[in-house]
């Protein structure tokens, strides 16, 4: 059997489901130990500590981890031409998309002389961890970089892993010219990311760390937070998919199988009311698995981590999507726009048949950096907002604080704060 297949009827759906909510687990505690070990070795010792663990985890470590500005630029200049401008199609939308995410300071004038208002400004430093290897994703420089360079972020650095020929992947020094990375560092893992969060004797410390890698990087990012900012503590990728009858068992099943590649822990469901749908979806995901190039990794997710659920109603599907809170959400139905409204968790909701979950990874603007493992009930993507710190700022007039004086020193006394009530009586 290459998926599960579950018809609903309130116990076995829910019991299928419950396991897959599960998938991600707790984080191995000899995996946490591995990474304190890690943080604290580059936190006391810097870059050589850095250097130490890239040469015992990636074989090799740099005379200098920083890569030069030229190999940059020149891994632009040899780019396939095709490839730079299908990156560049991207960025375009990327940039409409998140320029409509910026805040504006403000302030308001008030008629007692009171001022009140917030002052919103990029960070000042921000890092961007992009995996190497087989994982190396230009996509997420443009993703990572360009709400930031919005936000008005005033420096950018990226880590990336050394490949095999110790050289950083030629395609994502091309998405970091592109997207205005202002530095790159050829260092990965957990020393990567305590390296952008202490700061070393080569790597500049920054105020928050986004993008994807492993359970060590992950993990890492997760000890870390308080010292340094993340954008999410993130599992493995998925996909859900609510369909009705019109939809088309070949789509869905490619879509599924997009996701599914991702990751042998990615997670590919279909919810459907219809019965055929789910039969010829099962057996589109078997002809279309053929001549694929990650077929293992797609077979082992769909086999332990993916589902064809047979719902009741519609009014089921929409329940049991808003419970999994999805990363990915395609509306697969008649009418999709209807169900904008209703779908209140998801990281992000691709509607109609023509919307397939890649088009929002590489191309349609908004951001694919998702909240993952049901997060999305409280999470939200990756956007402008997540690069840009806010205060407030409070001018009085004598008047006007006299006149507050009262209801102040009233609430303070009730918490027992009384200096904070002399601070206010004091003045008058």
Aim: proline share 5%; with cysteine.
């Amino acid at each position: 059997m290459l998926i599960n297949k579950v018809t609903a009827n309130g116990s076995d759906e829910i019991r299928l489901l419950a396991a897959l909510k599960n998938r991600s687990g707790e984080t191995d505690r000899k995996v946490t130990a591995a990474v304190s070990e890690i943080i604290e070795a580059v936190r006391l010792r810097g870059d050589e500590a850095v250097r130490e663990f890239s040469l015992r985890f990636d074989g090799w470590a740099p005379p200098a981890f920083e890569v030069d500005r030229e190999e940059i630029n020149d891994a632009l200049t040899a780019a396939d031409p095709d490839f730079v401008e299908a990156l560049l199609a991207a960025q375009e939308n990327i940039v409409a998309f998140h320029q409509r995410q910026k805040r504006q300071s403000f302030v308001d004038t008030r008629p007692d002389g009171v001022i009140l208002g917030q002052r919103v400004r990029g960070l000042d430093r921000v890092g961007i961890y992009v995996p190497g290897g087989t994982a190396a994703y230009p996509s997420s420089v443009l993703m990572d970089a360009i709400p930031a360079k919005i936000a008005g972020v005033r420096e950018i650095v990226m880590v990336t892993p050394p490949g095999k020929n110790g050289k950083a992947n030629p395609d994502i020094l091309v998405a970091a010219a592109l997207a205005g990375v202002d530095r790159v560092f050829l260092m990965g893992g957990a020393q990567a990311i305590a390296a952008l969060a202490f700061g070393t004797g080569s790597v500049p410390r920054v105020d928050k760390i986004v993008g994807p890698g492993n359970i060590y990087v992950a993990t890492a990012k997760k000890l870390l937070y308080g010292q340094v900012d993340i954008d999410m503590v993130a599992g493995p990728s998925e996909i859900l998919i609510i369909a009705d009858d019109t939809a088309d068992p070949r789509y869905l099943a490619a879509d599924m199988m997009g996701q599914a590649e991702h990751d042998a822990m990615a997670s590919a469901i279909l919810l459907t009311t219809s019965p055929r749908v789910a039969e010829e979806t099962e057996q589109e995901l078997v002809r279309q698995l053929e001549g694929l190039s990650r077929r293992e990794i797609i077979e082992k997710s769909l086999r332990d981590y993916g589902a064809i659920i047979l719902c009741r109603d519609t009014e089921e599907m929409v329940r049991t999507a808003n419970d999994l809170a999805p990363e990915h959400l395609e509306v697969m139905m008649e009418d999709p726009m209807r169900y904008v409204g209703k779908l209140d968790n998801a990281g992000s909701v691709f509607l109609g048949k023509y919307s397939p979950e890649a088009l929002g990874d590489y191309y349609a603007g908004p951001n694919h950096v998702l909240p993952t493992s049901g997060t999305a009930r409280f999470f939200s993507p990756l956007s402008v907002d997540s690069f840009v710190k806010r205060s407030s700022f409070i001018y009085y007039t004598r008047e006007a604080l006299e006149e507050a004086q009262d209801a102040v020193v009233r609430i303070a006394q009730k918490e027992g704060l009384t200096a904070h009530a002399h601070s206010v009586k004091v003045r008058f």
